[in-house]
């Protein structure tokens, strides 16, 4: 009898220590996991093919490009942000949004190169950057013993592609929600904005000294958008940036030709009115020429992030006739209210 209640004495207390140690372990648990501390160590393949790995949650970001800063401010990280490059922060500064960055970020001043130096000194917990514009700097920066994560948004051809980049950047910064939530902002606007149309357009991104130019060919993200505003890009038989003389504009006849703004205005002008054969273009005689300041306008169309979505809007304006010659960051403010969101 006594080894009876012995053995069932023993039974309770194993019981009770089990379902103490239940609850402390789930109360754990759900402490770690409002902390995001069972998230990490996480792994995540960058646009490089590499294997990145964060043992911890990173709280010092450099972000090297505007696309990747864009997306990283959305996703609610603009105060983990110690460093960023200068067009990023010009950007923001058009958008009256620097107060989504910390008071004290370091500003990289525009450079072909990296500051390494001036990297390595923010002691980034990651710096994240546009595989195609970093270059062979990518070794210099892993030398310098710098974790480093490559997108590829700024090659994109689609939509489907920044898109692939926001949300691998929500699974490297444990921000999956608001990733989809971002993507979602961003659909949401595209089919808001988008139109089915056959106008003829040549955009010309930067135009020589000797009249001939760089355009973007079909397998580029600025086609995508010619295309979702209404329009057909009359060099959809080139691909990448090409660089073309003027017979190819004489042959192609847009009915619009939008150009990015040079040196300024008046010198912009001068280059389209003097080029060879202009005068035999349907959108020269017919004053369909629209040229876009080289700020808030043309961020908007060639930098392959959330932002872009404005650009659908623009293009298709300028198409219908609703925008002016010179598209300015004054009249975009005004006309498309362009924000940036923060999930």
Do not use: C
């Amino acid at each position: 009898m006594n080894r009876t209640i012995l053995l069932a004495a023993v039974v309770a207390i194993i019981v009770v220590i089990g379902v103490v140690a239940v609850l402390v372990y789930r109360n754990e648990t759900v402490v770690q996991k409002s902390t995001g501390s069972t998230y990490y160590p996480v792994t995540v393949r960058d646009a490089s093919g590499r294997n990145v790995t964060l043992y911890t949650s990173p709280s010092r970001i450099v972000s090297l490009a505007p696309s990747d800063t864009q997306v990283l401010v959305s996703l609610g990280l603009g105060k983990e942000l110690v460093g960023v490059d200068y067009y990023s922060y010009l950007l923001l500064k058009y958008l009256n949004a620097t107060s989504d960055l910390p008071q004290n970020v370091t500003v990289f001043s525009p450079s072909i190169s990296p500051n390494i130096s001036g990297i390595v000194a923010l002691r980034p917990s990651v710096v994240v950057d546009e595989l195609g514009l970093i270059g062979d700097y990518s070794t210099q920066l892993s030398e310098a013993g710098l974790t480093t994560f490559y997108t590829n948004a700024d090659y994109a051809g689609n939509y489907t592609a920044i898109e692939k980049s926001i949300t691998t950047l929500g699974k490297l910064f444990d921000r999956n929600t608001q990733a989809v939530e971002l993507v979602n902002w961003m659909n949401t606007r595209i089919h808001s904005y988008e139109s089915q149309g056959d106008t003829s357009v040549a955009y010309l991104l930067w135009v020589n000294p000797d009249h001939t130019f760089y355009t973007a060919g079909s397998n580029t993200f600025i086609n995508t958008i010619l295309n979702l505003s209404g329009g057909v890009n009359v060099f959809s038989n080139t691909t990448g940036y090409p660089v073309l003389s003027p017979e190819s504009l004489i042959v192609g006849n847009p009915q619009i030709i939008i150009a990015q703004e040079l040196t300024n205005l008046s010198y912009t002008l001068y280059m389209i009115n003097t080029m060879p054969g202009i005068a035999n273009v349907s959108a020269y005689t017919n004053h369909r020429v629209y040229v876009m300041s080289q700020n808030l306008p043309t961020f908007l169309l060639d930098e392959p992030g959330p932002l872009s979505v404005y650009a659908i809007q623009m293009i298709n304006l300028a198409i219908k006739g609703d925008a002016p010659s010179y598209i300015s960051s004054a009249w975009v403010e005004s006309e498309l209210n362009v924000t940036l969101p923060v999930f």
